[in-house]
């Protein structure tokens, strides 16, 4: 048709009916987004108690049930109106918003695509009310038994969108995402108790939980009880904020990002700032490649955080986004590096699949005496200890026996056999030492008694041109002879003994890739951990006794000993009861 005969479509106000349905397009998407959705109501109104009954996935039916305020017989019939709500009244209100809803478009997108019944019964009410919506045609409210609460009871979902009908997935498929969305709940409010059912069966029945204890379990039930073994407790106060809940140690490191739940003021988030603060906490501890677990709040003032940003409400925007970055990293930073003991930044990770399980019980022990013992020994052992030394004190790691193909020291201890990765154990304890001495200031430096000359690239030389005063502050003597040579006079004095060449060059490549891109901190721990890597006993490097006397006694002295740099375990303990168990001994 030629352009000047085409006529222009005239605009026109869409009908309540498709603006609904507009909107139902970004909040449900799912099964579990109505499920989503209505609990946040439940919570909103204040419930103890809220119950979840589905069939076939939810598809066919979502019904939940709470115990919360209720609803006025006289408002029954604005909720499920477009936004109509309880929760604001003004625009200050919107900026200090303390209920999860405030949107006013939950009920009414639903009734939109799918056959909604609200039935409610306010608390000195003698008869419940209900209305019912049919893609978006609503009955007028008429009497009908109900407890004290409110019950949403959705069919059919999609039933007249079958565009969108056909993105539903299996009743399995759909099950799991609800069943996600519910754990979120009962990881967000520990104070409510929860039920889901499915097609008639109980899936998931949480009692509130009120006590320290009780919290605990509701984590292991909703995470897992290997979670729950291996996590560390955090509780911090920022300026105006508080950061509590549980973190996995990095022996507990996941290949997803599937254990990672984070709340503001019980409302669930993703966000970049915090992810980015949780990665920098964990950079020194994970392996390149895992992802850590966590359950975490952050409670704040309503009014320092914007949370009017999607439509679904998972995203927020920060008034001080550097404060609420500074307390995540601190706290978990912090959790993570104490010596052993209670928290478990020591606590040797459990081998999985390995044949031989170390037990947790066991090296949980001897990290907490190891934390005693590093606070009595406040220096590292400079001269080795041995049996005869310290008569009637068994140091925690216990003394040295032997070594294993170079690769494994074998100790005895109190309990019975500890195993060493000596390279694991020993770059941990170069890396930590290096850091140490980088925050005092400067790294010892050493200065060559025969100079090194170093051929490199042009941008390599220019590099070390540019970043003389750090390579300096590294304990490097470091210059460019010409466009392609550098000169090494001097070098840090922990790494001295080892491969020079080698380890100049790696640091200077580490410079120039990550110089420009990286955020100072990340190369400074990127450029120690290479220099750790280098200055690290070698496996397949023989060592006496009292050598391997001493980086046990190095080792209980070092915070973070317990993971290498890459967060693999530098140790593990066997008792005496496995190994009898091995032998059929005693029984
Ligand atoms: P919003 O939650 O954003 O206010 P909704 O469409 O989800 O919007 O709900 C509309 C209103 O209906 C709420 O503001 C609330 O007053 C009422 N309501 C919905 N569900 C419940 C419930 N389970 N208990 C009490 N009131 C409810
Ligand atoms: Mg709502």
């Not at 006694?553 to 000993?561: D, G």
Request: some cysteine.
């Amino acid at each position: 048709m030629p352009v000047a005969t085409r006529q222009r479509p005239r605009i026109r106000a869409l009908e309540t009916k498709l603006i609904n349905q507009i909107a139902a397009g970004e909040i449900i998407e799912r099964p579990a987004s109505l499920v989503k959705e209505l609990i946040e109501n439940s919570v909103d109104a204040g419930a103890a108690r809220i119950t979840i009954d589905l069939q076939q996935g939810g598809v066919a039916r979502v019904a939940v049930s709470d115990d919360g305020v209720g609803i006025h017989p006289d408002d029954l019939e604005l909720a499920v109106s477009r936004h109509a709500t309880s929760k604001l009244e003004a625009l200050d209100d919107l900026e200090r918003v303390t209920t999860l809803g405030f949107r006013g478009e939950a009920l009414p997108s639903i009734a939109s695509v799918a056959r909604l019944a609200l039935r409610s019964r306010l608390a000195q009410a003698d008869s419940g009310w209900e209305v019912v919506c049919e893609g978006g045609a609503r009955t007028s409210r008429r009497p009908v038994a109900h407890v004290p609460g409110t019950t949403v009871e959705v069919r059919d979902l999609f039933f007249n969108v079958p565009a969108r009908r056909k993105f539903l997935r299996s009743e399995r498929t759909e099950l799991l995402h609800i069943d996600q969305v519910v754990r979120r709940v009962a990881l967000a409010c520990f104070d409510k108790a929860l039920e889901l059912r499915h097609n008639g069966r109980a899936c998931l029945a949480l009692a509130a939980a009120v006590s320290d204890e009780a919290c605990e379990r509701r984590v292991g039930e909703v995470c897992g009880d290997a979670f729950a073994e291996q996590c560390l407790r955090v509780d911090e106060s920022g300026p105006g904020m508080r950061l509590w809940g549980w973190v996995g140690t990095p022996g507990f490191s996941r290949s997803q990002r599937d254990l990672q739940y984070f709340f503001i003021n019980a409302r669930p988030v993703r966000d970049k700032l915090i992810s980015h603060a949780v990665r920098q906490a964990y950079q020194d501890v994970l392996h390149h490649g895992r992802h850590p677990a966590f359950v975490l709040h952050l409670e704040m003032e309503p009014a320092r955080v914007d949370v009017n940003v999607h439509p679904a409400k998972h995203e927020v925007r920060f008034r001080d986004g550097r404060s609420v970055h500074d307390l995540v990293y601190r706290t978990l930073h912090a959790a993570l590096a104490q010596p052993a003991g209670a928290a478990a930044g020591n606590r040797p990770a459990t081998v999985p699949q390995a044949p031989l399980r170390p037990q947790r019980g066991l090296a949980l022990a001897v990290s907490e005496q190891m934390q005693t013992y590093a606070a009595l020994h406040a220096e590292p052992a400079e001269a080795p200890l041995d049996d005869r030394s310290q008569a009637g004190e068994t140091p925690p790691l216990g003394f040295a026996r032997a070594q294993i193909k170079g690769v494994y020291i074998v100790a005895e201890n109190r309990h019975g056999l500890v195993l060493v990765d000596m390279h694991a154990a020993h770059e941990r304890i170069v890396y930590e030492n290096l850091k140490r001495q980088l925050e005092d200031r400067a790294v010892a430096a050493q200065p060559l008694l025969v100079p090194v000359k170093l051929r490199v690239s042009e941008a390599e030389a220019r590099v070390v041109e540019q970043h003389g005063d750090e390579f300096e502050r590294f304990g490097f003597d470091l210059s460019p002879l010409d466009a392609t040579t550098l000169i090494v006079r001097g070098v840090p004095q922990l790494l001295a003994h080892g491969d020079i060449a080698a380890l100049v060059r790696d640091v200077v490549s580490d410079l120039a890739e990550h110089g420009r891109t990286q955020r100072i901190s990340e190369v400074i721990n990127s450029m120690l951990a290479s220099m750790a890597c280098h200055g690290a006993v070698r496996a397949n490097r023989s060592l006496t006794l009292p050598e391997m006397n001493a980086l046990l006694r190095e080792m209980e002295a070092t915070e973070r000993s317990g993971q290498c740099n890459h967060g693999r375990p530098t140790w593990v303990q066997l008792s005496m009861s496995e190994l009898d168990k091995w032998f059929l001994r005693g029984r």
